[in-house]
């Protein structure tokens, strides 16, 4: 049975009827295509779609259980409003009224921007919360807009928006054509790729390799990921601009340097090589942890592979260099002639183009500043490193309200435990969350939409960031009850209250995106091709697409160079004895997912990495219990001693710490784990982006010494 055949099925039964089905998983930006058995109204087999053209039937364990979202007993369908700690369920309507009654209240006493909202990671991950959530945003008038973009890839628009003029003009690596790929901390086999949606990057990289080519990793931790590359290098945390300075000076000392054709629209060529002239191999040596020799040697190797691209991801933007990163990675591939072509690093051009109608020459940060610490606007948002001091810190200004939509900052910004504490005090909070977790527990009202398979889905941002353009629409494939709202259903109902103005609905804007768009599509051209509609790969499209005033590319903005000298001075600085780093888990969704019991099997996977050399040195078993201390706090967590650790440095997974009174979730309780957030440091960030620094937190580590009778037990 065909999609189009199952959903009129589905509306003449009024239950899912039984067949395959086949969508997307929104779960993360891999988009797999999924194909989906039902019977007797459930879904009893989950695969992966072998016809989608982007993801050839890849699925990871996350996607096969997409189906206990839908039937997961602890998600939320009615609006709840807390008293106390009682909550209690109430209809839709007086729900919406309330909100918006309280928020418009909280604004007319202490000013428009006294209403905070969060937008979290999956609002990028449902087209119903993207398309609409910006109306009930605009409705609220309130500046104090705030989301995991500055806990996450602000670096990477940063340098997108200096360097090629638009914050989403981001080069994609054309990994399907490549065969050099320079890899910084990533770890796409836990991930399954990002800002380089690529499902099945095991086989890709295989494939890269089966033609001759080589899989280079730079990561504090020997990952997933090295297992599939030809070599990898421990480098320290922080570091790897001071890396990426040195491999462009042995481009240029050597003058292995040719942008070829890219150099008739380039500015700052040199004044690049100008900023890359005193990071020598030898210089940088010691802060990076990589000898000279391989520095050179794989700047030699890069400068002269046929189609070579270097990619970094959250391990280079979520660091206190993260702007320099990823100008730097940018300008690597530009130097080479790597960008814009084939196997190197390029743009796709989406069925739905979000640049559209986007103007050239437009200003994108620093337009305004954080009251209390003075962190730089981009965007229109302000960085999350500012939201806890912003509710706390009294006068005029104070946040009052605060609203979160698809987010859990409690357990995924810095100092997660300082934001709960200044939730308790808010005047006001709602929450568009479907979950009651370390968050939304501080919410007076949580209005709950429907998700996942209950839901029309269409990428609009995965297609930006794919290594090849294709196209796909997903349709519900349950239905939702009366009692349940769509997230676009609650935007729109919420801006109606606050503005009086009726907006469009996603689908009407779908459509509008897609006729205008550079395919000249319709959602029902797009419904016709249940397995996703292949557009080919990625083309040159320099320098048509640039959005710089100008049309040329920037190769050493302004405020980058400025930024280098804080980066030189991390040369001589001390260097702690143990920081801080992260990592992501194949069998985890951030700070979501760990309720479900066929993910979370298995023994305790909230656990501190750490070296052998480090656990010897301090006394630590592994196994054992240890206390975890940073300047914000501490937590205790079990440590687990293995060589795959760079010595010095430590890793904690984000996302855990479910254990906070309230929270709502049938977690294990061996997976409760603590947040790694309460380590993070809203004051170590990168400065030139306001990104926070996740990356490279110095921290102390101690073995919990357990009384004698308990350690019987
Ligand atoms: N230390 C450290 N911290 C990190 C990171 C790190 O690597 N290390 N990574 C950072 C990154 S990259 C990210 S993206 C952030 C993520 O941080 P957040 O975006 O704040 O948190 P998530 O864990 O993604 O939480 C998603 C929330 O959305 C809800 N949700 C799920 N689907 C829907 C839906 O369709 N609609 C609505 N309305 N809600 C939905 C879930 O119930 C959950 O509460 O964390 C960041 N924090
Ligand atoms: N299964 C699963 N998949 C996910 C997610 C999830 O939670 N679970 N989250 C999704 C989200 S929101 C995102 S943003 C993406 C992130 O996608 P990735 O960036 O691929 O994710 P990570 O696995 O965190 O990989 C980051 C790597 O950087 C390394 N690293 C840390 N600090 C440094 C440093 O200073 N320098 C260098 N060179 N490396 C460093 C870490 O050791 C880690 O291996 O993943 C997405 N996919
Ligand atoms: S890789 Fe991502 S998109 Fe693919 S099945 Fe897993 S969670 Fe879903
Ligand atoms: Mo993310």
Request: glycine letters at 10%; a negative charge.
């Amino acid at each position: 049975m065909t999609l189009s055949q199952a959903t009129a099925a589905q509306s003449t039964h009024g239950q899912t009827a039984d067949g395959l089905y086949f969508r997307a998983c929104n779960l993360c930006e891999a988009i797999c295509g999924l194909q989906l058995t039902v019977k007797g109204g459930a879904v009893v087999d989950v695969r992966g779609d072998p016809l989608d053209p982007l993801s050839h039937g890849h699925i990871c364990p996350k996607g096969a259980v997409i189906a206990d979202i839908h039937t997961d007993p602890d998600r939320l369908k009615l609006p709840m409003r807390r008293d106390g700690d009682t909550w209690t369920e109430l209809g839709w309507d007086e729900a919406l009224d309330y909100v918006a009654t309280r928020l418009r209240e909280v604004q007319t006493r202490h000013g428009q921007d006294s209403v905070a909202v969060y937008q979290g990671n999956p609002s990028v991950h449902n087209s119903g919360t993207l398309l609409s959530a910006g109306g009930f945003v605009r409705a609220l008038g309130s500046r104090s807009r705030y989301s995991a973009t500055s806990m996450d890839q602000l670096p990477h628009h940063f340098a997108a928006a200096e360097m090629f003029g638009h914050p989403l003009l981001l080069p994609i690596p054309d990994i399907d054509r490549s065969d050099y790929f320079l890899m910084l901390g990533a770890n796409p086999l836990a991930s399954n790729g990002s800002i380089m949606t690529a499902p099945g990057m095991r086989g890709r990289l295989k494939a890269l390799r089966g033609r001759g080519g080589k899989v280079v990793l730079l990561d504090p931790r020997r990952t997933e990921s090295a297992e599939v590359a030809d070599e990898h290098h421990f480098i320290r945390p922080g570091s790897d601009a001071l890396l990426l300075l040195a491999l462009l000076n042995v481009i240029f000392a050597e003058k292995l340097d040719q942008p070829g054709h890219l150099a008739e629209f380039t500015d700052g060529l040199a004044e690049l090589r100008a900023a890359a002239a005193t990071f020598t191999p030898e210089k940088v040596a010691q802060a990076t942890g990589v000898d000279a020799e391989t520095i050179r040697r794989l700047a030699r190797e890069f400068a002269a592979a046929e189609r070579a691209v270097v990619y970094g991801r959250i391990g280079l933007s979520l660091q206190a260099f993260g702007g320099l990163c990823q100008w730097l990675l940018n300008a690597l591939n530009l130097v080479t002639s790597n960008l814009d072509r084939e196997g190197g690093a390029m743009w796709p051009l989406p069925a739905f183009d979000l640049l559209g109608r986007a103007k050239k020459g437009q200003t994108y940060h620093h337009r305004w500043h954080s009251r209390v610490r003075g962190l730089p606007e981009f965007d229109g948002e302000l960085p999350v490193a500012a939201l806890a001091e912003e509710f706390l810190t009294p006068g005029e200004g104070q946040l009052r309200a605060f609203v979160t939509i698809a987010g859990n900052p409690v357990l995924s910004t810095p100092d997660g435990e300082k934001l709960d504490q200044a939730l308790a005090g808010v005047e006001f909070m709602v929450s568009i969350d479907p979950y009651l977790n370390a968050t939304t527990r501080r919410a007076d009202v949580i209005l709950p939409p429907a998700v996942g398979l209950e839901t029309q889905h269409y990428d609009v941002v995965f297609h930006h960031f794919a290594v090849r353009n294709t196209a796909r629409i997903s349709d519900p494939i349950f239905p939702i009850g009366g009692h349940q709202r769509y997230d676009w259903q609650i935007f729109e109902s919420l801006r109606e209250r606050l503005s009086g103005e009726k907006g469009s609905t996603p689908d009407e804007r779908l459509e509008l995106g897609l006729k205008h768009g550079p395919r000249h599509t319709s959602l029902e051209a797009l419904r016709a091709a249940p397995h996703g509609t292949d557009y080919g790969p990625m083309q040159p499209c320099l320098p048509q697409r640039l959005l710089t005033a100008e049309g040329r590319i920037n190769a050493a903005p302004a405020p980058m160079l400025a930024d280098l000298a804080r980066l030189e001075a991390t040369l001589s600085a001390d260097v702690p004895d143990l920081v801080l780093i992260g990592r992501r888990q194949l069998r985890s969704n951030n700070s979501w997912m760990h309720n479900v019991p066929r993910l979370m099997r298995g023994p305790q996977r909230c656990t501190l990495m750490l070296n052998p050399v480090d656990a010897a040195r301090l006394n630590i078993q592994n196994g054992q219990m240890v206390e975890v201390r940073s300047r914000v706090g501490a937590v205790t967590v079990q440590a687990e001693v293995t060589g795959t650790l760079m010595p010095g440095v430590v890793s904690l997974p984000h996302g855990f710490g479910h254990g906070r009174a309230g929270v709502r979730l049938e977690v294990a309780a061996a997976h409760a784990g603590a947040s790694a957030n309460d380590l993070t440091d809203p004051e170590f960030l990168d400065e030139l982006t306001g990104n926070t620094a996740a990356s490279g937190v110095p921290v102390k580590v101690t073995a919990v010494q357990v009384p004698e009778e308990s350690a019987a037990d």
